[in-house]
């Protein structure tokens, strides 16, 4: 079978390995689609720290089952799925509280482990999440970011009756404003990019400000009228951002930072002490995240459509790494096709 290993960053190797085989509690996964994230970008051009190469790739995923090992039972071959990509210990503090997804020696398929970036991949059975039959490839795909996006705004409490602010259009941003409106707040998105927020407008998140042209300030008095926002989730990952969150919130606000920041941020501690603000952080999902991703998806609370860009073939791996980055940000989610 095909296999895609990024030897060094920046260079992508096929290789053609011998088909895997299920083992007790595992499942044989024929991949279908993989999307292609930020934090992939940062791994071909080598800037993401606890990646170590060779590495295969790949963690957003949807699949259909292929076979199952011993004492399998609830996944049957010929279901579509997808899966979480987390390797917890199960030991650890944090795990025996059940936060795995913050497992002090947590991995990630695709980072620290290897990813689904071959025609067939070996999961455990209980990572495995079964999707309605009636979801395309890419809707099954998407689930992973939705579940970012679902664990993100879980962690700004209750949003109904709330203004929310989420700085940053990308996909994951854009994620978070849907299913920040699905959970009941008022939601204004805010980005440079004209392009992005004509996406945020399609997926019906009709409060929109580009940054440069409006300040925070100004779009939210636009918004939200002298009530402000009492939530801000800042998905970009920059000093700028996070300050703007913290400088315009109202007193006793909740900001979320789900963006990966490269480098440390200088931010206005007086401000969050004086204000009663808290800063809250985010990190990938659990498993009912992915059902909860689900059940939005399904009832059409989350659309995935406007934001599919492009597809590239399997073998065009590094092709569709050169496209995202010549697009210079006018695209969101590039697919590559088993």
Do not use: W
Not at 136 to 163: K, M
Not at 174 to 188: E, K, P, R, Y
């Amino acid at each position: 079978m095909r296999q895609a290993i990024m030897t060094t960053p920046g260079v992508i190797e096929f290789h053609d390995v011998p088909e895997p085989a299920p083992g007790p509690g595992k499942v044989l996964l024929r991949i279908k689609r993989i999307g292609i994230c930020g934090s992939d970008m940062h791994v071909y051009h080598g800037v993401q720290p606890f990646t170590k190469y060779p590495v295969v790739q790949g963690h957003e995923f949807s699949a259909v089952v292929e076979a199952v090992g011993d004492g399998v039972t609830g996944i049957e071959p010929g279901m579509k799925v997808t899966g979480r990509p987390q390797l917890a210990c199960g030991q650890c503090r944090p795990c025996r509280r059940g936060d795995y997804h913050i497992c002090d020696s947590l991995r990630v398929e695709g980072f620290q482990a290897p990813g689904c970036a071959q025609d067939l991949f070996i999961t455990d059975a209980a990572r495995v999440v079964p999707l309605p039959e009636h979801f395309t490839f890419e809707q099954g795909a998407f689930v992973e970011p939705v579940a970012v996006a679902v664990r993100a705004v879980s962690r700004a409490g209750d949003l109904t009756g709330t203004n929310a602010v989420v700085l940053g259009a990308g996909p994951i941003g854009n994620l978070v404003a849907q299913v920040a409106a699905a959970s009941g707040a008022q939601v204004l998105i805010t980005d440079p990019s004209e392009y992005r927020l004509d996406i945020a407008r399609a997926c019906s998140v009709a409060n929109t400000s580009q940054v440069g042209k409006e300040s925070l300030a100004e779009a939210s008095t636009r918004a939200f009228d002298v009530d402000g926002f009492d939530v801000a989730i800042e998905c970009v990952g920059i000093e700028a951002t996070i300050n703007a969150a913290i400088d315009n919130i109202a007193k006793g606000g909740r900001i979320v930072a789900v963006g990966n920041f490269p480098e440390k941020p200088r931010v206005n501690m007086a401000l969050i002490q004086d204000r009663e603000l808290c800063l809250i952080g985010t990190l990938m999902y659990k498993h009912e995240d992915y059902q909860r991703a689900i059940e939005l998806i399904e009832a059409g609370r989350v659309v995935t459509t406007p934001l599919e860009t492009k597809h590239f073939p399997f073998e065009e791996y590094l092709a569709a790494y050169r496209y995202i980055i010549d697009q210079d940000g006018k695209c969101m989610k590039v697919f590559m096709d088993l």
